[in-house]
């Protein structure tokens, strides 16, 4: 039997950690305590209809399976369990520890997380516990191991899930049980006083630290939080998270050694507080939730981002997507409601970017409690309704997509995404509150996006050698080893384009000395002297005619060439695109926030610097048509997703997925359509 320690164990697992279906997961968090009995035989006719094959359980049942610590209630989970078996759908089982239940706090009510202000938080929300608390820790394992022994050898058990978005809403616990976590966590990282004072540059305002216990979490203070300690917390919340996850996981673990296990995360516009590089090795499948921002006209181009990213983060792939949503949600402003088709495009946009399966928060939408306006695969309204139809129209699409299962999205380029860099950046004290992280790494790309150029989205610490282009935007805390990577890469040939305000600081969240941009200065061959950052609403003008914003900074050439210079603002002369020829390679600095138009222009000179191409050629294709491509030795299938309001014609040949149709030379998607063409190959 695998035991799933050994590096080789879970490369096998990462890539058939699905290989229990045949073919692409489909189904949705599945919640049948909130409902009647008379509701579950539906459910399952109507799933089966739909064709789900598998379904999320028992994510917020702690307070029903165990309603007085110690004593267990698993009937109506066992029906559940025996139901779903006999319609031939499995079980995506959770430990049921999302959300302890109003015992746990009520007798301990030092479980209760506590804010950077002091308060303490209350029941009747979920995820009320602090991640460090041993209390939650002991009541969390002996559920698991309830659930674990119960339901091992059940027929309808696939896979487990651990929790749920860990950390989404207690990541930042101020409690005193955190502030010594933290303390011994520090005394890990820092071994001795000293050594701690010197990172977190003590020496400033008065902050040398004696002892240990001086230390606390970076709580409300009359002025700017020491940034170390600040980036020093971000970095142990993440790990106290990580270590709820792992505690759980191998509990379940050690019960069913071959059965996968995986947590969801939430690699997402918002979700800044959890250093997912460091939890996805953790994982047998890398899954994730994402939603839209309804505000966002261009939300598709972040959930492509999102998805580019978790593949990035799972090696290639494969992964896939926990939870979307079937239609609107219920925790914006204003929750905007899917538009017919959006639903399948969206989830057909995980698929194309590597997802092996589409799954959605929730299967039913609730009647009661704070997600009611949240919608479900089968709405309030029932089955005779659009989301409900799509809902079956997609799972007959899945089903044809069956054999795409494992293949992998083709990629040349790389964008780096680092959490401590984001963390980092934008702590305050800076030189501008216009310089935010993820600006530049969506405008650039969403630039290749529109090309038709997919991208790995990927920590430093990944294989550059996979990659022909490699795009670093803001990377303001940067890694020596990350900075000598690159550098060689690039005298190996490669192309890379950096933007300002990157290999500023090292992981100490101390100023590299001697101009910037520190870690990059000679890979770019340049030195800045000093930031000239812009007014609100203030723009200058570049020599080739762009307009640009935010950010100036007072440049000089030291090897490289610039390739447009500012012709107005306080660096009036000065380069604010340069081009460095290093070894075989080229390192390209974009000194400023360049408009949509500009950016583009530069981005696809950069990209065909480094000689990478889209997918297709792009030079006629309408602007809001999305194009990748999956293969592997099933074959090759090309993705095209027409969000915009044009027909799309493009050249391919082979079998449409969607559609269900043969394609001569050339297919046309209409507007909002979508068509998976399996390619004749030669
Ligand atoms: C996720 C969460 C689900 C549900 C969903 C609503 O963050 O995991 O339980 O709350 O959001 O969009």
Redesign the pocket.
């Known amino acids: 039997m695998l035991t799933c320690g050994e590096t080789w164990c879970k490369l096998y697992l990462m890539s058939t950690a699905l290989g229990f279906l045949d073919g692409l997961a489909y189904g949705a968090?599945y919640n049948p305590e909130q409902w009647g009995r008379d509701v579950w035989e539906d459910d399952l006719e109507l799933m089966r209809r739909a064709r789900v094959n598998l379904v999320s359980l028992a994510?917020?049942s702690w307070a029903l399976l165990e309603p007085e610590p110690g004593r267990y209630e698993f009937g109506w989970l066992d029906n559940v369990m025996d139901g779903l078996a006999a319609a031939g759908i499995r079980a995506d089982l959770a430990n049921a520890t999302a959300s302890p239940p109003a015992w746990l706090s009520h007798r301990h009510p030092e479980v209760l997380p506590v804010t950077a202000d002091g308060r303490r938080m209350s029941f009747g929300a979920r995820q009320a516990y602090c991640p460090s608390s041993t209390v939650f820790r002991d009541a969390s394992l002996s559920l698991t191991r309830e659930i674990a022994e119960r339901y091992r050898q059940h027929p309808a058990l696939a896979m487990w899930h651990v929790s749920?978005?860990i950390g989404?809403h207690n990541a930042h616990c101020y409690c005193d049980v955190s502030a010594a976590a933290f303390r011994r966590w520090l005394e890990v990282r820092y071994r001795d006083l000293d050594t701690l004072n010197d990172a977190w540059g003590t020496a400033f305002w008065s902050q040398r630290y004696g002892s240990w216990d001086e230390i606390t979490p970076p709580r409300v203070a009359p002025a700017f939080v020491n940034p170390t300690q600040q980036l020093d917390f971000r970095r142990f919340s993440s790990d106290a998270c990580l270590d709820v996850y792992r505690a759980q996981r191998d509990v379940l673990r050690s019960t069913t050694p071959d059965l996968p296990i995986t947590t969801?995360f939430?690699v997402m516009q918002f979700q800044k507080n959890l250093d997912y590089a460091s939890w996805a090795p953790e994982v047998d499948i890398l899954a994730n939730?994402h939603?839209l921002q309804a505000a966002d006209p261009d939300a598709h181009i972040e959930l492509a981002f999102a998805a580019d990213h978790c593949r990035g983060l799972a090696g290639g792939g494969p992964w896939m997507v926990m939870?979307h949503?079937p239609s609107a949600?219920?925790?914006q402003p204003r929750n905007v409601a899917k538009l017919p088709g959006e639903m399948i495009r969206n989830s057909l946009q995980h698929v194309a970017r590597g997802s092996d399966g589409v799954m959605f928060?929730?299967w039913r939408a609730s009647a009661a409690g704070a997600?009611k306006f949240?919608s479900g695969m089968v709405p309030h309204a029932g089955t005779k309704t659009k989301t409900y139809r799509e809902v079956v129209r997609l799972g007959r699409i899945l089903e044809r997509l069956g054999e795409i299962a494992g293949t992998k999205a083709e990629r040349a380029a790389a964008i780096v995404f680092d959490w401590e860099a984001w963390w980092a950046v934008e702590l305050g004290a800076h030189p501008t509150i216009d310089v935010t992280y993820l600006d530049r790494m969506h405008a650039i790309y969403e630039a290749l996006w529109r090309m038709g150029i997919t991208v790995d989205v990927v920590p430093p610490s990944a294989d550059l050698d996979e990659y022909r282009l490699v795009i670093v935007p803001t990377l303001y805390l940067t890694a020596d080893d990350f900075a000598e990577r690159l550098e060689s890469w690039v005298a190996a040939g490669g192309t890379a384009l950096v933007t300002y305000l990157s290999g500023i600081v090292d992981p100490s969240d101390h100023v590299r000395l001697g101009g910037y941009p520190g870690a990059f200065r000679a890979l770019l061959g340049i030195r800045s002297e000093e930031f000239f950052p812009l007014r609100s609403g203030e723009t200058v003008h570049l020599d080739d005619g762009s307009t640009a914003d935010v950010w100036t900074e007072l440049l000089h050439l030291d090897g490289a060439k610039a390739v447009a210079s500012f012709t107005d603002g306080p660096v009036a002369g000065v380069p604010a695109i340069t081009l460095n020829r290093r070894g075989d390679g080229t390192a390209w600095y974009m000194a400023t926030r360049l408009d949509g138009e500009a950016t583009h222009r530069l981005v696809k000179q950069v990209a065909d610097d480094a000689g990478v191409k889209p997918a297709i050629p792009m030079v006629t294709a309408p602007s809001g048509l999305e194009v990748v491509r999956r293969s592997g030795p099933a074959g090759s299938y090309l993705f095209l997703i027409n969000h915009g309001d044009e027909t799309a014609h493009v050249a391919a040949a082979g079998y449409d997925l969607v559609g269900d149709r043969e394609i001569g030379r050339s297919v046309s998607v209409r507007p909002g359509d979508v068509a998976v063409i399996r390619e004749e190959i030669g």
Do not use: R
Request: proline residues 0%; contains cysteine.
């Open positions: 968090d994510i917020f749920n978005e989404c969801n939430m939730d939603y939870e949503s949600v219920n925790w928060f929730q997600e949240h």
